[in-house]
């Protein structure tokens, strides 16, 4: 069976270096993104006129959605030549939304893919340290807000999407420390390699 992996969390959590080794330690993967998309994003501030912040109304309403909505388009498409499509992407709202993973468990049934989803456990300080070494455009209103953009962040597992009768629905990623790290890494290829 196929299967469609998300790597999700609040941003600065380890998503993308963690994506990539996974993606490195499968086979037959298509690694996807959703930051590539980011280019795009920029123009439409652009064009619009409006201040770049990606936790703006005008991000929210404009851009947000249809970042995700081109990400899994390029991801149902690549399930089309490859076993395994590894989003790295935070859908922070989307995997806490049991109907839009209905919506999306159905979708990839009609096409025999089971979805997996990543959730990168990191501590806030830790977040906050990496926000300011990656010195990313895209951080930058978060850390010139953090009280006030941290409030709106949740941290915890989402355990809606956790069935305890499917070993492989919800893995936990603890990644606040190199020990963590490693130690997650190994028990989340086995679950991904024993159960594909």
Known sequence: MKRLILVTSPPA??????????????????????DTLIVLSHQI????????????????????????????ALAMEALEYDDIVLINAPFTREI???????????????????????????????????????????????????DEYIKGVDFSIPQSIDNPEVIDDLLLFRNSNEDQYRQSMQEVLGVLEASH
Do not use: C, P
């Open 13 to 34: 959590s380890g998503k993308t270096y963690i994506s990539k080794q996974l993606a490195k330690g499968l086979k037959h993967v298509v690694y996807l993104d959703k």
């Open 45 to 72: 501030f652009k064009v619009a006129n409006e201040q770049e912040n990606r936790s703006s109304d005008f991000f929210e309403e404009h851009i947000r959605n249809y970042e995700y909505a081109a990400v899994l």
């Open 96 to 146: 806490r939304d049991t109907v839009y993973i209905d919506n999306l468990k159905s979708k990839l049934v009609e096409k025999n893919v089971r979805l997996t989803v990543v959730w990168v456990m990191t501590d806030i300080d830790v977040i906050k340290n990496r926000m300011i070494k990656r010195n990313s455009s895209r951080d930058t209103w978060k850390l010139e807000h953090w």
